[in-house]
């Protein structure tokens, strides 16, 4: 499709476990935006990467988070050592250059047990 | 403080009401605005860019007020479908800040 996609949709994991969230950017968007939503709050800014190069890491919450973008395109989002609060809606957004607007994807919904 | 403040709400409005919502924000050097729209459960999207001369689109009017570091929403006669949350996004050197969100109710 022409739109950010992201996989999986749904994910469920016990607490400790590693997940790896996936998102495939617009073609020829080069900005590309990590966020988390938890239930009822607002969005939560993770990682911004402009190109394969990600210039602010500062709102990843923990050491256990990283994320990599490869070939100016699909970025995955890792977490490590799972824990509840990461429960939570994670976003990609992407741009067709940083100070365009952002087209979402429809999330990953990632549930710690 | 927040880099990007909205009232939280909620707004309770009837059915042509005209509703305003307020983002305010911090950093002077913000270089982009915009307005996002998000229905429950699901992913944010763009409802409207923010220009300096203020723009019009459709029963929705932004304005943006950069001496103050504050930009708004105004929509007119309001229809049930309008409910949702309304997103103010700030971008300075393609860091996007969003606000959390004012949570619209538009009710018959």
Known sequence: ?113 | RKEVEQDPGPFNVPEGATVAFNCTYSNSASQSFFWYRQDCRKEPKLLMSVYSSGNEDGRFTAQLNRASQYISLLIRDSKLSDSATYLCVVNNNNDMRFGAGTRLTVKP
């Open chain 1, 1 to 113: 499709g022409a739109g950010v996609s992201q996989s999986p949709s749904n994910k469920v994991t016990e607490k400790g476990k590693d997940v790896e969230l996936r998102c495939d950017p617009i073609s020829g968007h080069t900005a590309l935006y990590w966020y988390r939503q938890s239930l009822g709050q607002g969005l939560e800014f993770l990682i911004y990467f402009q190109g394969n190069s990600a210039p602010d890491k500062s709102g990843l919450p923990s050491d256990r988070f990283s994320a990599e973008r490869t070939g100016g395109s699909v970025s995955t989002l890792t977490i490590q050592r799972t824990q509840q609060e990461d429960s939570a809606v994670y976003l990609c957004a992407s741009s067709l250059q940083g100070l365009e607007p952002q087209h979402f994807g429809d999330g990953t919904r990632l549930s710690i047990l």
